[in-house]
């Protein structure tokens, strides 16, 4: 394949492909009646993808809003130049309301404490704090109790610092269709809705939905749908597939370092767990390895992509180098394997030639989901938008 994008300092990165973040952002926007907002979940660095560039990619595509998960992540992109509404998906620290009010980030609330010290801060300068306020209905993670919102409200409500621009709760099976407990969680929401509407309390933007529910329950949209995976080109399950065609967005190449013809008998890599077997297999070596998210738990799992052909990584996974073999007399696929030659472009995950790796295949093979593959891969990896 024709991927050379390499950065200078290291063999080995993250490619993001901006036109496949750029459709599945379309995508997601077509599935919403005009006049539903899009908030672009971008926590974790968009999930490893890179959030100040990936905002800027959805933006232009139809988002509306963002969310992130802490005070820092929406710092960053405050201080890259985003202007746009950026929610924060939990309660901060009470320390930080000066840091919100005067960076205009908005927290989700669901203590009173928090909610008057946000509102002071924000009175005492000559301000009004936008909070979205986060209902539990039956996920058991955060928010006031849906009961108890009218209540709620009523007790933050008299302070003139604060201002409810949402009102949301969070899904804890959206991706199983027709399961009975999204539906009551559904149902707890929409209540506490109406019961604040009609207290003559105004909820702001109500919204409810994460990636799967958007795909599979249209009914739930309301005012605002929080998109998250799909944007990257991830499912959220087998069950929203047929639904939506998404692009992946996230590549990881590398480039070999080094590579032998080791002798029969020869061990790879600590403990020597892997011994070569046959004359005539290729060892080579990349400088990726569990520090950069290729988790440990694929070691000899997994293979990687040469000249758009697989082959199986072998011995344990390093910190910042992992090994592979090539079989050169073994015909696989299509045609003959290829000798392997130093600086030669190696995927671990995305696209080469017919050959794909995807988040799910890994996640599958580290008993975890694609949300995590992705999430890991940013963590060291420089990373090249093309
Ligand atoms: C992470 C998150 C989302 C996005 O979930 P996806 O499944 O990635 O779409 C939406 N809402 C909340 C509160 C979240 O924490």
């Not at 290291?10 to 459709?23: F, N, P, S, Y």
């Not at 003559?200 to 249209?218: Q, S």
Request: with cysteine; hydrophobic share 40%; proline share 4%.
């Amino acid at each position: 394949m024709g991927q050379d994008r390499c950065p200078d300092t290291r063999w080995a990165w993250v490619e993001i492909d901006k036109g496949a973040l750029r459709r599945n952002t379309r995508a997601f926007k077509d599935l919403l009646e005009p006049g539903v907002r899009m908030m672009a979940v971008v926590k974790a660095d968009a999930y490893g993808h890179g959030a100040v560039q990936c905002v800027k990619v959805m933006r232009a595509a139809g988002a509306d809003q963002f969310a992130v998960a802490t005070v820092k992540e929406g710092l960053e992109l405050r201080e890259a130049g985003i202007t746009w509404p950026i929610l924060i998906l939990s309660e901060p620290p009470m320390e930080c309301v000066q840091t919100l009010v005067e960076h205009d980030l908005m927290p989700s609330v669901y203590t009173q404490g928090f909610a008057l010290a946000y509102g002071e801060c924000a009175a005492a300068l000559g301000k009004v704090g936008k909070y979205h306020l986060a209902l539990e209905t039956g996920m058991t993670r955060i928010g006031v109790n849906w009961k108890d919102a009218v209540e709620f409200r009523r007790g933050i409500d008299f302070h003139r610092g604060l201002s409810c621009a949402g009102t949301f709760t969070h899904f804890a099976t959206a991706d199983v269709p027709g399961d009975w407990t999204f539906a009551l969680q559904f149902k707890r929401f929409t209540e506490a809705v109406s019961a604040m509407r009609g207290a003559g309390i105004d909820c702001g933007l109500v919204h409810c939905d994460n990636t799967p529910a958007t795909i599979l329950y249209p009914d739930t949209h309301l005012d605002m749908c929080r998109v998250g995976v799909g944007l990257y080109g991830m499912q959220p399950a087998e069950s929203t597939r047929p639904h939506i065609s998404l692009d992946p967005v996230m590549g990881v190449r590398a480039k070999v370092t080094r590579v032998i013809y080791p002798e029969t008998g020869a061990g790879v890599s600590y403990g020597l767990t892997y011994t070569v077997a046959r004359q005539n297999t290729q060892i080579a070596t990349i400088p990726v390895g569990y520090a950069d998210g290729l988790s440990r738990t694929l070691s000899d799992k997994m293979d990687v992509l040469v000249h758009g052909t697989r082959c199986p990584q072998v011995g344990h996974i390093c910190m910042d180098q992992c090994m592979f073999a090539v079989d050169v007399n073994t015909r696989r696929a299509v045609r003959p394997m290829d000798e392997v030659h130093y600086g030669d472009v190696v995927t671990i995950l995305g696209a080469d030639g017919n050959e794909r790796i995807t988040a799910e295949e890994m996640a599958k093979l580290r008993g975890t989901i694609n949300y995590e593959v992705t999430c890991n891969f940013g963590m060291r990896l420089e990373k090249v938008y093309v």
